[in-house]
């Protein structure tokens, strides 16, 4: 087989990376790319399964770390997003603890009932940690409860960092333009590349990472567009990178402005900035002016324009060509799902790689799982926009009046009733994301599961007053997340 991939940036490059490390021998692997078409290169935050893909590609932490620029990450938080002034955080890992047959979040909402529930954050080891700017790797010890974690990091560099990986497992590198896209008469099938100087590029399996523009998927084989705006209509982002300042944070912050959000990246060398909004209610300059007037140092560039559409191709798998990235579809940066949705693709990808002609049930197989997880990401992303207590501002009360997709109306109404949260098959998020965000937005479920009435009130308020003082003990012995940092990248022992 012969793979072609058109474009690089974090999505070409990712997707070369894992070709060339689990394809089979023989396998031939290029990837097309052109220097002066230049990439999106915002999504510099992750969530937890970046480990997945890191420790597959048998990437070293430190190195990884030192290559892009990274820090930690431990969760979200989001700033304003119920009311003004207001805060709370999805953070990774758990919420409390199990008791029984049932999750933390049942316990929680009968306390609550009773009126002694703290908040949420008092529960989570993530959160703690986060807001005290300390961290762990892993377990602290073998009786510690475990720390997930994720990165932020310098889109460019982690490309070039993988590109090096690449290249040096045999993936060839193409500097050109790409002109044109041949397709073959009889089958349909794209059968090649024209490049700028005449330059012909043939394969069996063609991956589109051309970004918004689609140059194979949509360009050549016009597959379509689902548009979520009607769910999403923040059509624009601006995005600037500026000096450090503020708290070295561990976490991604999501502040709500009038008219969309701003987020806030910390690195080691610097602050990723952007301002997503909707330009129906905010011009670009207005949108622009409000991002510089809320950065932590000194603009360090431009600010950079982005338009986008979001949703996704109708089919991200269409004959012998696949869509990763940008050029699959666009989700909001704003649960750091950018880069997952490229892993994810590259990871069903190589469980269903075609070793001759693309096979019409395994490609029906790809395209229904990407639905599915697509949708199910909008659906939690919709939720943010529609939990919110912004009163008299016309963009959030235009999104809490909204119109919600079924799934995500049945996924409320269980919590609504009964306290109730399913992780519906392999969706992204977990009850535990869904509790975080439910409840930080105030969102109020009206019961609980009559099963946690088992545990006597005196038992019901040692298990939260336990809960938390372990918790909080635990984050009193951790050491500073820059200590830590500071401690891999130059390669010392913890």
């Known amino acids: 087989m012969r793979f072609v991939i058109a474009g690089g940036g974090t999505a070409g490059w990712m997707t070369a990376a894992a070709l060339s490390r689990f394809a089979p021998p023989g396998t031939q692997i290029e990837l097309v790319e052109s220097e002066d078409i230049g990439t999106v290169g915002v999504g510099e935050a992750t969530i937890p399964q970046i480990h997945l893909f890191n420790a597959a590609l048998g990437l070293d932490e430190a190195e990884f770390l030192r290559e892009t620029n990274g820090s930690f990450k431990l969760g979200i938080e989001f700033a304003g997003w119920q009311r003004e002034g207001e805060s709370y955080m999805h953070a990774f890992g758990s919420i409390g603890r199990p008791v029984g047959l049932l999750p933390f979040q049942h316990y929680w909402l009968r306390a609550k009932q009773l009126g002694f529930a703290k908040p949420l954050q008092r529960y989570s080891l993530n959160e703690l940690a986060a807001r005290t700017l300390r961290m762990q790797r892993g377990r ?40 044109s896209v041949e397709r073959d008469g009889q089958s349909g099938d794209i059968a090649a590349l024209v490049l700028d100087g005449e330059r012909r590029i043939s394969g069996d399996f063609f991956i589109d990472c051309t970004g918004f523009r689609g140059l194979l998927i949509e360009g050549a084989l016009e597959t379509g567009f689902d548009d979520w705006t009607h769910y999403l209509p923040c059509d624009r982002a601006v995005a600037v990178p500026c000096s450090g300042g503020g708290d070295f944070t561990p976490y991604t912050r999501s502040t709500a402005r009038a008219c969309g959000w701003q987020w806030r990246i910390p690195l080691q060398h610097r602050i990723g900035n952007g301002h997503v909004y909707a330009s129906a209610m905010i011009s670009d300059d207005e949108a622009a002016a409000t991002l510089l007037a809320n950065l932590d140092g000194q603009p360090l560039a431009d600010p950079r324009p982005l338009r986008f559409t979001t949703g996704m191709r109708r089919k991200h798998w269409n004959r012998n060509c696949l869509a990763i990235g940008l050029a699959a579809g666009f989700m909001e940066p704003l ?70 997709p079924e799934t995500l ?45 088992a545990l006597s009130e005196d038992d019901l308020r040692d298990l939260l007053g336990r809960t938390e003082a372990e918790l909080v003990e635990e984050v009193r012995m951790m050491p500073r997340h820059i200590e830590v940092l500071d401690q891999i990248v130059r390669g010392v022992a913890a």
């Open 140 to 179: 602290r010890t073998p009786q510690s409860p475990e720390m997930a974690y994720a990165y932020h990091f310098d889109a460019g560099l982690y490309a070039a960092y993988l590109r090096r990986f690449a290249e040096a497992r045999g993936v060839v590198r193409t500097e050109g333009l790409i002109r």
């Open 335 to 404: 649960e750091s799902t950018s880069i997952h949705l490229v892993q994810s693709a590259i990871s069903r990808f190589l469980s269903m790689l075609p070793a001759g002609k693309s096979d019409p049930a395994m490609i029906d197989h790809f395209n229904t799982q990407a639905r599915f997880e697509w949708t199910r990401i909008r659906d939690f992303i919709v939720l943010h926009y529609w939990a919110n207590q912004r009163v008299g501002e016309p963009f959030w009360d235009a999104m809490r009046a909204m119109e919600l």
């Open 409 to 453: 109306q049945r996924k409320l109404a269980q919590w609504q009733a009964t306290g109730f949260i399913h992780r519906e098959h392999e969706e992204l998020f977990t009850e535990v994301g869904w509790f975080q965000v439910l409840a930080g937005q105030g969102v109020e479920a009206s019961a609980y599961n009559p099963i946690a009435d």
